[in-house]
């Protein structure tokens, strides 16, 4: 009867690294599906860098035959390590992670968790999605990896990545998605074929010739195989049938365009607050520009900005009295697309009115300044006559106004638990400023010109999302003005927060088309003199008719180049780059006069950049930019564990005839008999050597035997060299027999020496 003979392959010394290579590729491939999710590409540093880590350190530790016990648990560490020094390296001390990591770690990830039911893709890589989305690779690495060369598995080790980048696709959108997903077959494949040859065992022939190692084809049949299965991935997947229907379960929270508006005024226009839609929602025939404002927001519950419990009057008689200095706005307001009960018109109102048979249909109240329809929401051609009375402010009166009595304590509220943080990030910002006007005109122009506007961070205006904001600096309107306001309440400023829209599209006529893309949030300060006055801090807006105390040009979204009038998201023509860190103007009574504020008197200032030093102020260049000094030091300390491995693998690459290769493997196993005790082999035979051995370390007799058999026959038989190139009943020929038996003395001793004797041996034995 025949035997069959099994053993597992040696694909050479480089076998490992050949299939830890292939493996990397297709962790690649899975960050680089995260296009899917993330706007632009800056992401795929960051968890390259964290997939060549995970491998490459998993790799040294198996060459230095680290058990899996401790191998896993300090992959994982040293992962855990690299996302923190990744997004949060400000909080290290020593280069290691410090409380206030897992703090911000554990905001990041509550700000997550409440964005994530609504949050549509794109994203920007911070605020949290850059944590989720390295932790999610580091985890897919850590556990491909210990599958792969730990359990022998082959396809089972990509089942991780393949998980990870099936959940991104079905949140992403369609950015990429053909390619995306050739690219992951095509690694897969690749990484599979090589891992099923790293593993496979090799058969000896009972009749004819042993089967040829395949080592040598390898490579060009997993490339080819992979090209050819990727292509017909990419040109049939998309053409199968329903391919291209619409998901049995949409994840991405809607079409995000919706008009309907619900109870909370800032959560119904917030689908429009990040959308470019060129919906037109409503009409208005007016004398000037202006915003036109649904409603003030003055509760904040830490949370949500909202409307207190608050009575109505009737509106068909006058409801306000222009205040000095103001400027008449006569407004016909014709809904189109606009629903909700709240009415938008320009501040302030003082008298308004339905036509036809909404006559009696509106109502005021005047602490939220909202004009409601009652008996049903706003319809298609309901058509208002609103007059307003839009008040004018200079620098000089504003300067020269408290803000002591709001009216109500509501405008100075916060909730118990709100951040001390964000107090002291507004006191680095104005210093030791009183005056109210300066004080907000600092502040305003502190986020204009250090904070990015983007409609690709997810909704949201709560505590944490207001530290995130600050630490991050990007965001779009609502983030802006909820986080002013909430600053000013920080030092006693009394603040609200109004929702609207910009002046939209003017036809030349006086008529306003007012956009989806409109859709606006501002922050209003409490003056006692003049009462509630806009501000700014929103890059690429500006408030008509406020240049002047703000120092804000009018400006609102653009319409896209080419008058593109879809409603598939334009993209702004006026967006604002990212801005870079500039130098704040903070107020010092012993300062020489310098004065940055139109129309106010010189005052004492100083020059100082604006604080950063701590966490939640941390700039958003940290957040997406690669900690190379760490990574330096990672680097360093890999390649000191990994040297001895190199400088022993090269000089067995480079050990020239079989004669010269077997003296080096007997050097190899006495010199590790010699750890456990053996007396030098000098002047003993080989054979001596093997008995010696028995007495000594009798798990490592047999293969000292054989390996001592062979030396003697090769040193002093006639044609002993030749047998070292023969076939042995294995399928190897005799001197990989050889190197097989000085692999299983050595890793007898090793696993036998204690903890501390495998460091030295590991550093000292350089052969």
Known sequence: MAKDHTQRLDSGPWGDAIASVALLTYSLAVAAGFSRVFSGWEFFDNLAVIAIVGHGGAYVLRVTRTPIWAAFPLTALVLVWLVGAMFYRETY???????????????????????????????????????????????????????????FARAEALVPGGVLFVFVAALGTDRGRIASTMLLVGTGVVATIVLRQHHAPVRSATIGSARPNLSGRMLPVALGSALAIALIAGFVGPRLPGANAEPIYETKGGNGGSVTEVVSPLVDIRSRLTNRSTTELFTVRADIDSYWRSSALASFDGRVWGIPSRGLTRTNSSIGEAAPGSIQIRQEIVINNLGGPLLPAAADPTNANGVGDIQDDLRWNADSATLVKTGSDLERGDTFLVESASPRFTAAQLAASSSDNSGDPIYLELPADFPSSVRETTLGVVGDMTNTYEIAFTLQHWMRDNFEYSLEIQEGHGNNEIESFLRNRVGYCEQFAGTYAAMLRTIGIPSRVSVGFTPGENDGSGTYSVLGRNAHAWPEVWFDDYGWVPFEPTPGRGAPFAENYTDVPQEQEQPPAGGDTSDEGAVPGSTPPSTVVTPTTIVDPGTPAVS????????????????????????????????????????????????????????????????????????????????????????????????ATSSVFAVAARPMQSLAEVVTEVNYAADGEDKLNKIGSYGTTTLESCASWCRQVERAVTDSLTPTAKIRRYFTVLR
């Open 596 to 691: 940055t504020i139109p129309g106010i008197p010189a005052a004492p200032a100083t020059t100082t950049p604006p604080v950063d030093s701590e966490p939640v102020a941390a700039a958003v260049s940290a957040n997406v930019s690669i900690p190379w000094r760490q990574l330096g030091l990672l680097l360093l300390i890999g390649l000191t564990i990994a040297m001895p491995v190199i400088v022993r693998r090269v000089r067995r690459s480079l050990a020239g005839a079989p004669r010269t290769q077997l003296a080096g493997l007997w050097d190899r196993a006495t010199v590790a008999m010699e750890e456990m005790g053996l007396e030098s082999a000098a002047g003993l035979t080989p054979l001596e050597v093997a008995d």
């Open 93 to 151: 001390s020593l280069l290691l992670p410090t409380p206030d990591t897992w703090s911000l770690f554990r905001l990041d990830l509550d700000v997550i968790g409440r964005q994530f039911p609504t949050a549509v893709a794109p994203v920007k890589f911070l605020a949290g999605w850059n944590v989720v989305a390295a932790a999610g690779v580091a985890a897919a690495v850590l556990l491909a990896d210990t599958f792969a060369f730990r359990a």
